[in-house]
């Protein structure tokens, strides 16, 4: 294969040097090793190798990361940062080495040009670059997800606790007042209470966006009005008064034109 190789006229050609690519690998990682690669094999017109290469560069690279964001943090801390670089730029360097030696000994031999160092390492820092955005992408996008679907769970919950409440309202004509107090102190008030909960808990949420805070402010004021009205019918139940009658009224009213703020 290598006397195969050495019969390869080079002359026109440009290669990315074995020392260029181990630079350019170190700097952007092993998908700019995988670009330089796919280069000199264009070169060779071995268009097809090189784009084998290059996705085969991806999958190292995702590897690299999936390996380094499985090992503890405590443990990632001790490895001092150069290791793991100086391993996968190792094994890239042996890589180069056994598909270009021969050719690149030749080529070196006639005097023929390869890329400077600096163009490579150019190349690296530009992978470097687009590895960062898509890293910063991907935990914005992760974060993004996390944020939402632990808003849903507690809004979730929030409408659990309203529906099972306002079932108090078709008891009303139906069960005795104690029955009616009963529910009022074990499911209906509690339920109103964990709903102001949520939802103040829900304000911490990191990131939560504005539109979701403005939310929040609509709904513990529903929530704080639920809650007064439903101890008010305690009480107006518990002393067998309608003394009530009138303030109940005007909360239901509240309560209705916050509903329209929230709709």
Same mark, same amino acid.
């Given at each position: 294969?290598q ?12 290669f ?5 690519i ?20 264009k ?28 090992i503890?943090?405590?443990? +990632? ?5 150069? *290791? @793991? &670089? #100086? ?7 042996l ?8 050719i690149?000994k ?24 687009v ?33 099972e ?15 009616? +107090? ?5 499911? *209906? @008030? &509690? #339920? ?10 829900a ?8 539109d979701?805070v403005?939310?929040?402010k ?5 929530a704080?009005?639920?809650l ?24 239901h ?11």
């Amino acid at each position: 294969m290598q006397t195969r190789q050495k019969e390869i006229n080079t002359k026109e050609l440009t290669f990315y040097s074995q020392k260029a690519i181990g630079i350019a690998t170190f700097i952007g990682g092993p998908i700019a090793a995988g670009y330089l690669i796919r280069e000199n094999y264009k070169a060779l017109d071995q268009t097809e190798k090189g784009n084998k290469a290059l996705i085969i560069s991806i999958v190292a690279m995702i590897t690299v990361l999936a390996l380094i964001f499985s090992i503890p943090e405590h443990i +990632i801390e001790k490895i001092p940062k150069v *290791v @793991i &670089p #100086a391993i996968y730029t190792g094994a890239i360097y042996l890589i180069v080495e056994k598909i270009f030696g021969a050719i690149f000994k030749q080529h070196e031999e006639n005097e023929y040009a390869f890329f400077s160092r600096w163009r490579a390492a150019g190349i690296g820092f530009i992978s470097l670059l687009v590895l960062v955005v898509c890293l910063f992408g991907y935990d914005y996008a992760t974060t993004d997800f996390e944020m939402q679907d632990s808003y849903n769970t507690k809004i979730d919950q929030f409408v659990k606790n309203e529906n099972e409440s306002l079932a108090f309202y078709s008891h009303m004509d139906t069960e005795s007042s104690f029955s009616l +107090i009963l529910e009022l102190n074990d499911k *209906v @008030i &509690p #339920a109103w209470k964990e709903n102001i909960v949520l939802i103040k808990e829900a304000n911490t949420i990191e990131g939560l966006p504005d539109d979701l805070v403005v939310q929040n402010k609509k709904l513990i004021r529903y929530a704080e009005l639920r809650l007064e009205a439903f101890e008010l019918f305690k009480k107006s139940l518990s002393e067998d008064t309608n003394k009530y009658d009138a303030q109940l009224t005007a909360l239901h009213d509240q309560i209705d034109e916050q509903l329209k703020l929230l709709n």
